[in-house]
């Protein structure tokens, strides 16, 4: 049966090649798009994109954007409606951007707020306006990187300081944000199943909470960039894709390691509810 995906980001790179694997598996998708994508748009047009493809507007950027866009979803979930029955089953956060270099010790701060309302701010107030919708989200991925993880620093990656910033902030919150759905999930279950629910009170359901390394992809983001250093394992755009659904089937709502929260090579398990961080190829990625 055709699951439902919304991916945000997805006129170019990353969330195009979701998008477009997605409609070629034959999945009903939502994709969004900033401004003009003559890709995006294009996949309109294939026999499948002509079934199974919604295309919206959303600029993370900007609050009035995601609201509008929060709006526009609302609505596929009325009569007729591609999310009349109520779910979507994954949404993927892709929407990021790099300008290099952004060194801390000379970044504009103009340069500063643009990485961190892009790649930080924009991508979890989306998150949470979609959460807060009469809809029953399943799983929730962001797209984040390694250059995030306070635990595996890299120190010669020159002129990435404000970009590896903005997503050790992410990651931060995406992790509360996944506690916090969970609370809200246990109480109102606790409550419905007392009885005091009655409709307003129905819980949606628990939402699974995912961050997500791409790998070293060769996207159009990063192609004109040219470091003093060699990027080791550097990927095509399809096969991170590739992995990655892999990986979101394994450890997203209904997986058959649902969350990854079974953390054996570490020798412990997290607390239900946790946000995990895996990587393209299905490795656990230290926070």
């Not at 270099?101 to 989306?126: E, K």
């Given at each position: 049966?055709?699951?439902?995906?919304?991916?945000?980001?997805?006129?170019?790179?990353?969330?195009?090649?979701?998008?477009?694997?997605?409609?070629?598996?034959?999945?009903t998708v939502i994709a969004t798009k900033r401004s003009a994508s003559?890709?995006?748009?294009?996949?309109?047009?294939?026999?499948?994109?002509?079934?199974?493809?919604?295309?919206?507007?959303?600029?993370?950027?900007?609050?009035?954007?995601?609201?509008?866009?929060?709006?526009?979803?609302?609505?596929?979930?009325?009569?007729?409606?591609?999310?009349?029955?109520?779910?979507?089953?994954?949404?993927?956060?892709?929407?990021?951007?790099?300008?290099?270099?952004?060194?801390?010790?000379?970044?504009?701060?103009?340069?500063?707020?643009?990485?961190?309302?892009?790649?930080?701010?924009?991508?979890?107030?989306?998150?949470?306006?979609?959460?807060?919708?009469?809809?029953?989200?399943?799983?929730?991925?962001?797209?984040?990187?390694?250059?995030?993880?306070?635990?595996?620093?890299?120190?010669?990656?020159?002129?990435?300081?404000?970009?590896?910033?903005?997503?050790?902030?992410?990651?931060?919150?995406?992790?509360?944000?996944?506690?916090?759905?969970h609370r809200k999930y246990v109480a109102s279950k606790s409550l419905?199943?007392?009885?005091?629910?009655?409709?307003?009170?129905?819980?949606?359901?628990?939402?699974?909470?995912?961050?997500?390394?791409?790998?070293?992809?060769?996207?159009?983001?990063?192609?004109?960039?040219?470091?003093?250093?060699?990027?080791?394992?550097?990927?095509?755009?399809?096969?991170?894709?590739?992995?990655?659904?892999?990986?979101?089937?394994?450890?997203?709502?209904?997986?058959?390691?649902?969350?990854?929260?079974?953390?054996?090579?570490?020798?412990?398990?997290?607390?239900?509810?946790?946000?995990?961080?895996?990587?393209?190829?299905?490795?656990?990625?230290?926070?």
């Amino acid at each position: 049966m055709p699951q439902t995906w919304l991916v945000v980001g997805a006129s170019r790179g990353i969330g195009l090649e979701f998008t477009t694997q997605l409609l070629l598996r034959g999945e009903t998708v939502i994709a969004t798009k900033r401004s003009a994508s003559e890709s995006l748009d294009a996949l309109l047009e294939t026999p499948n994109g002509k079934k199974n493809l919604t295309v919206l507007r959303c600029e993370v950027r900007y609050e009035t954007s995601i609201k509008n866009f929060a709006l526009e979803v609302g609505k596929l979930g009325e009569e007729g409606g591609v999310l009349e029955g109520g779910v979507i089953d994954y949404v993927v956060i892709n929407a990021g951007v790099l300008q290099y270099p952004n060194r801390i010790s000379d970044v504009s701060f103009t340069s500063f707020t643009h990485h961190l309302t892009t790649n930080t701010i924009g991508p979890l107030q989306t998150a949470s306006t979609l959460l807060s919708l009469p809809l029953h989200i399943k799983t929730l991925i962001f797209i984040s990187s390694d250059s995030g993880s306070a635990q595996a620093f890299l120190s010669h990656e020159d002129g990435f300081g404000a970009y590896a910033a903005s997503k050790a902030a992410l990651n931060q919150g995406l992790r509360h944000l996944s506690f916090e759905m969970h609370r809200k999930y246990v109480a109102s279950k606790s409550l419905n199943e007392s009885g005091g629910g009655g409709k307003s009170g129905s819980a949606k359901g628990k939402t699974v909470v995912l961050a997500l390394h791409p790998g070293e992809v060769s996207t159009d983001m990063v192609a004109d960039i040219n470091l003093g250093w060699e990027v080791k394992g550097v990927i095509g755009v399809r096969e991170s894709v590739s992995g990655c659904l892999g990986v979101i089937g394994e450890k997203g709502f209904g997986g058959v390691d649902e969350g990854g929260w079974s953390s054996v090579e570490e020798g412990r398990e997290d607390e239900e509810g946790a946000a995990t961080f895996w990587t393209w190829d299905g490795r656990r990625y230290p926070w």
